[in-house]
């Protein structure tokens, strides 16, 4: 076994495989006087003062620039007075426990550790269009202000500079009319050509029908849109007659048709079909349902918060309405039935108001995925400030409703990620968090060619790893590969294979995140390849949560699916963990996968990292980069300061202290 490290490397300390009774293998299921009072000199009473006037002037400044980190280039702006963090949803909580699994007893260093550093989450209660306006992302969420469980939802609302450091903002929408009563549900914002903004939104009515509501910002001048207007001729549209009244509702952000109308979606069902409900409008306040409908699949069932969008393989983001040679249409859908949020790639009809796929195998709701993991309602959204198309989601919670309740909050949003065309393959979309999270990044440490025999384990070496950026390559012997004449179990699949335990000749083998000392709770994310009796492969990418935690009541699936490696190719992902979140990009963003897990001993300083290769057959070797990721801190750039404003005090304290010494020293 080799490594060989570079700059500001750390070497990995082999691990002895273990055997353990879990059956996992090789993984385990006085200070001295100063000079000066040697001599018998004493400060002087003036030096003190000054430095204690410096000190204190720097604390008051440290303090100011921390409470304005985020808003120094807009002097004329006033920030409200900052509200509590809120909470986001589409449904009612969707994992349940079985009702014969025990309770954890979850204690609060364990909880306290479950809260993410630089993922977007409520702070306390439960969290269910995102939009770039005048030089501020905001981010508009289902909020449950009463409790950490779905209760009567409202709009919260959060602005950020760089969708990184929030500041949350008072309540944009409560339901307070008859037509939203019983909730302020998902909406889409649309901007107008005289860059005024307009939002349509689900609305629950006093008889618990879904329908449409337009709003806008009371003052459009303010960036901030602190307060919103709810148009007196709400509701705006209602369902069809031949459409249930429960099955209406997440319309999409609009676009401009040739016949200058505006255009919006609309997700619904009939029976048990999918499908795009289509409107026209002039003035956001009348529609004109199109014949038909954009598109529909059949059993597929409810379809929430449906996402239309154009991509291209020659620019990187794409307005809304943008249409022409050369541009592929995007059409997403949440599924109601599974909770997974499924896409596909084809051609929009913009005449006839018909979207057709490119491949019908892999329709909307059958086919390819944003996220295999716990990703669900979606939303995009165009920002023109940096000419890319962000995709924003929401993580659910997999423990109980009684450790929600005891931890205070509820679920929390993906990192933001860009959505783009794959220009090397045409046929899937590219995912990659957004460039402004590496400027998180700190203590780098490398690991270059790490050989990993089959059956081996490498722990590295790179101090705390609840918040952390890993970015790895792998080889594979690709002599083995073509010589192997048996190849590994084909149909493979991550969820039923027994996942990163079940040894094969060629897989699986990755990392362990999450990992305790004793091998009692880890995470592993792993490539498994698998070879057919033809000699073709197919490359696997899983995240294992069955060993992520001893505790029995939180949700221990295997997610993943198959990720395209192109000829010559390097196998290559990226993982973020951030305490109890782990988010996996293969191969630049094909395959992502979102995973919650909730360890109860690998956690704070016991939480470890490793590579391993539990493969029969053949020898990997993996190149990484590993970085820490930014403290944990508030959800909002004002207190990103307060860890230094708290040191200068101390200081501050200190001073005063020695002055007044002194003074009795002195006899003053």
């Not at 490397?9 to 082999?14: A, C, F, I, K, S």
């Not at 309602?377 to 995709?391: E, G």
């Not at 897989?507 to 498994?528: C, D, Q, R, S």
């Amino acid at each position: 076994m080799t490594s060989q490290t570079s700059s500001d490397v750390e070497n990995p300390t082999h691990t002895s495989l273990i055997e353990a009774d879990h059956g996992y293998v090789p993984l385990l299921d006085a200070n001295l006087p100063s000079q000066a009072q040697e001599n018998g000199q004493q400060p002087s009473k003036s030096l003190l003062l000054l430095i204690s006037g410096l000190l204190a002037t720097s604390l008051v400044v440290a303090l100011i620039v921390g409470n304005i980190h985020i808003h120094t280039h807009d002097k004329d702006v006033q920030l409200p007075e900052r509200m509590d963090p809120v909470e986001q949803g589409v449904s009612d909580k969707s994992f349940r426990l079985p009702a014969n699994v025990s309770s954890f007893s979850w204690d609060t260093d364990m909880l306290d550790w479950q809260a993410p550093a630089f993922h977007f989450y409520p702070g306390e209660n439960w969290m269910n269009g995102p939009v770039f306006y005048k030089g501020w992302y905001h981010l508009f969420y289902q909020y449950s202000p009463e409790a950490a469980v779905w209760g009567p939802i409202v709009w919260g609302h959060a602005v950020s500079r760089d969708m990184v450091h929030w500041r949350h903002l008072p309540i944009a929408m409560e339901r307070d009319e008859w037509y939203d009563v019983n909730g302020v549900w998902t909406g889409s914002t649309t901007i107008l050509p005289n860059n005024k903004l307009v939002v349509l939104y689900t609305g629950s009515t006093n008889e618990s029908v879904q329908v449409q509501n337009l709003a806008y910002p009371a003052n459009p001048s303010d960036p901030l849109l602190v307060n919103w207007v709810k148009d007196p001729a709400n509701p705006v549209l209602v369902p069809p007659s031949w459409i249930d009244i429960k099955d209406f509702r997440d319309p999409t952000t609009a676009w401009l048709t040739p016949e200058g109308k505006w255009r919006m979606v609309i997700g619904s069902k009939v029976n048990r079909t999918g499908i795009a409900l289509l409107y026209d409008t002039d003035d956001f306040k009348s529609y004109e349902l199109q014949d038909g409908w954009l598109h529909d699949v059949a059993g597929t069932g409810m379809w929430e918060c449906v996402d239309f969008y154009p991509v291209s393989k020659d620019d990187f983001g794409l307005d809304t309405g943008t249409f022409g040679p050369g541009v592929k249409h995007v059409l997403k859908a949440s599924m109601d039935d599974d909770r997974c949020d499924y896409y596909a790639l084809g051609d929009y009809n913009l005449r006839e108001g018909k979207w057709v796929p490119d491949d019908r195998s892999i329709d909307v709701g059958i086919g390819l995925r944003y996220d295999y993991g716990i990703y669900y309602a979606s939303k995009t959204f165009y920002d023109q400030h940096k000419k890319r198309r962000i995709l924003w989601s929401w993580i659910k919670e997999t423990d109980s409703e009684k450790t929600d309740i005891k931890k205070g909050w509820a679920s929390l949003m993906a990192l933001p990620r860009t959505v783009a065309l794959d220009p090397k393959t045409g046929s899937n979309l590219l995912q990659w968090p957004i460039e402004e999270l590496d400027k998180l990044r700190s203590n780098l440490k490398e690991f270059n060619n790490v050989k990993l025999e089959p059956g081996s384990l490498e722990l590295l070496s790179v101090g705390p790893t609840s918040q952390l950026d890993v970015m790895v390559e792998i080889e594979v012997d690709k002599k083995v590969v073509s010589g192997l004449k048996v190849g590994s179990k084909v149909p493979y699949n991550c969820a039923h294979h027994g996942g990163a335990g079940v040894r094969d000749a060629l897989g699986p083998f990755g990392l362990l995140v999450l990992a305790n000392k004793n091998m009692t709770e880890y995470t592993p994310t792993y490539f498994y390849i698998a070879k057919d009796k033809h000699g073709d492969l197919s490359t696997f990418f899983c995240i294992d949560q069955s060993k992520s935690s001893i505790a029995k009541d939180v949700d221990k699936s295997i997610y993943g699916s198959t990720v395209p490696v192109l000829k010559d190719e390097k196998l290559s992902m990226r993982i973020l963990v951030d305490h109890s979140i782990v988010e996996g990009y293969a191969q630049g963003g094909r395959t992502c996968i979102t995973s919650r897990v909730y360890p109860t001993e690998a956690i704070n300083d016991d939480a470890q990292i490793f590579l391993f290769n539990n493969a029969t057959n053949v020898t990997v070797t993996a190149s990484l980069k590993v970085w820490q990721m930014g403290l944990k801190t508030k959800n909002e750039s004002g207190w990103v300061w307060l860890g230094p404003s708290l040191i200068l005090l101390v200081v501050f304290g200190f001073v005063l202290w020695m002055w007044q010494n002194q003074k009795r020293n002195n006899g003053i």
